[in-house]
Each structure stands twice: as C-alpha cells, then as structure tokens.
C-alpha cells in the first residue's frame, strides 16, 4: 500500500472514531432508525448529481453491497448504540467485523493470506477479545449481539464489494443511500414509530451530529474505503481498521465519560502490536519496487 493510501486509510480510521461519538450524541435525541434514515437522506441528497447507471450484470451485487454495508450494519450498529450506556463496548465489539471479512475474503474470494499477516491479526483481534471482555460490555448482551450482527453484515458487504466493477465512488455511495433508504424507512415507521412533535424539538447539536455522521464518516469515510478496497485485497486493508476501537475508547473515555476496566491499557496494546506487525511487513516487502516506481504514478 503506496504511503499515499495508508495515509488515507488512517484518516479514515480517525473519522470513523469520531462517528461512534457522533452517533451516540444523536441518538439520545432522536430514534436510532429515524438518525439512520435523515442521515442517508443527506448523503443521497448531496450525492445525487454524481448517480449514474451501473454496468451491465452488476445489479445483484450492487443491491448485496448496499443493503449489507448500508441498511442492514448501520440500522443495527445505531440501535445498539441507542441501548448502550457508553460508546467503548460498542467499538471494540464491532472489531469482530476484520476477523469475519479475512474469514469471508478466503472462503467467498479466495484471497490468500499468510502466516505472518494471519499472525498479526490474531494478535489484534485478541487485545479486542480481551477489551471486550470488560464487564461494561457482558452487562449489555442485548447491544452486544446488535453489534455482532452488525460486524457481520459489514463484513459480508466489504468482501462483495470487490466484485463492484464500474462504479464510481461517488456514484456507489448515492446507491447506497438510495437503494437502503426504503428499508430503513420502513423499519423506523414500524419500530420507531417517530412522533413529528419529538422531532421538531430535537437539538442543533443532534444535527450536526447527522451531518457529520452523513458527511465525514459516510461520503468522506466510506467513500475512501470504496477506493482503497478497489486497489488493494481485502485482507491488506482490513488489519489497519483495528486502529479505530482504541480512537473510539480514547473519546468515549475523554468526551464521553467512559471507564474501562484495565483490559483497555493490555488490549489496546496488543492491538498496536498487530496493526504495527502489519505495517512494517506492507513497508519491508515494498522496499525492492522503490526504484521502479519513482517518477511513476499509482496504480488506479
């Protein structure tokens, strides 16, 4: 991965921190599939211009992919957040979500992955594991498996996401917004049953926080994502996303008021442990094309 790009996928992570955050604070104003709805309203709104026709035979895939990443992992990640007394346990659980896509990419794909890179990531997932186990997160089973469920349709949609040819990452991202929002809209008004009185008194900073949610972590975030998973295998990319549960416990900790137990300072070392083991090794087996690639640019 060219520095460009790993930039890039850090950026990401940061981002995607700040929306576990972002999404808490909103929800305590407003239903969580009602947020889910208003935010892909947003994107789609501000996406719009860029949507066009996808090519031919991608229509399967495409409605996979945006049901999976879109409807399905966001209604269920925010109704856990919306059950959950702290921001920490719902990031560090959905962290299952790299074990499950390296799972799905070998089996679904059949990318392959050696042991090194296997290594490294059972290390990470481990200092998830033992995050997780925090008796914050064992005394909120019905979130816990909100999210689990969450990490898995996440997981499936990144894996069928490779097989996107032709698509836009603008383009895609409005898709994503069209194609979930009957969904979501549907479940709100059956589950959430909004009140219009209750949501015109909604707070300006629950807005903002649908803006940044909408705009930071969906068009910027995702959007990037979309890139990064088109040029490089899923199994390269996904390590690096085990960075953001230790950003998210890091806010929730200081916005938040959060209060792991001492498993954080362990497993968010072990976690640094594997996203580094993977770092150096991208950086050691890149060093023999340093010559050949200068003046040369990257690969789309």
């Not at 945006?66 to 109704?79: D, E, T």
């Not at 996904?238 to 938040?256: E, M, N």
Request: overall charge positive; glycine content about 8%; charged content about 10%.
């Amino acid at each position: 991965m060219p520095g460009r790009d790993l930039a890039l996928l850090i950026f990401i992570c940061f981002v995607w921190a700040g929306n576990f955050l972002a999404a808490a604070w909103a929800v305590e104003s407003m239903p969580p599939l009602v947020f889910t709805v208003v935010r892909f309203l947003l994107v789609l709104l501000v996406l719009l211009p860029f949507l066009r026709r996808p090519p031919k035979g991608q229509w399967p895939t495409l409605l996979g992919v945006c049901w999976s990443i879109g409807a399905l992992h966001f209604a269920l990640v925010f109704a856990a957040l919306g059950r959950s007394e702290d921001v920490s346990s719902i990031a560090i659980t959905m962290q299952i979500y790299v074990p499950m896509t390296t799972i799905l990419a070998v089996t679904v794909l059949g990318e392959r992955v050696g042991w090194r890179t296997t290594t490294a990531v059972t290390i990470a997932f481990g200092g998830v594991l033992l995050v997780g186990l925090d008796p914050l997160v064992l005394a909120q089973i019905d979130a816990l498996f909100l999210v689990i469920a969450s990490a898995f349709f996440l997981a499936l949609g990144t894996v069928l996401m490779r097989r996107l040819k032709g698509i836009g990452v603008f383009s895609f991202q409005a898709w994503n917004a069209l194609l979930s929002l009957p969904l979501l809209a549907i479940a709100a008004w059956l589950v959430d049953q909004p009140d219009p009185a209750q949501l015109a008194n909604i707070p300006a900073t629950a807005w903002l926080a649908v803006v940044y949610s909408a705009i930071g972590a969906s068009i910027i975030g995702h959007g990037g994502f979309y890139l990064l998973i088109q040029r490089h295998p899923v199994t390269e990319v996904t390590p690096y996303l085990l960075l953001v549960p230790i950003l998210a416990v890091g806010l929730g900790v200081a916005v938040w008021g959060d209060r792991p137990g001492w498993r954080l300072a362990v497993g968010g070392g072990l976690v640094l442990i594997g996203v580094l083991w993977v770092t150096l090794r991208a950086r050691i087996r890149r060093r023999p094309l340093v010559t050949r690639e200068v003046g040369e640019a990257p690969a789309a």
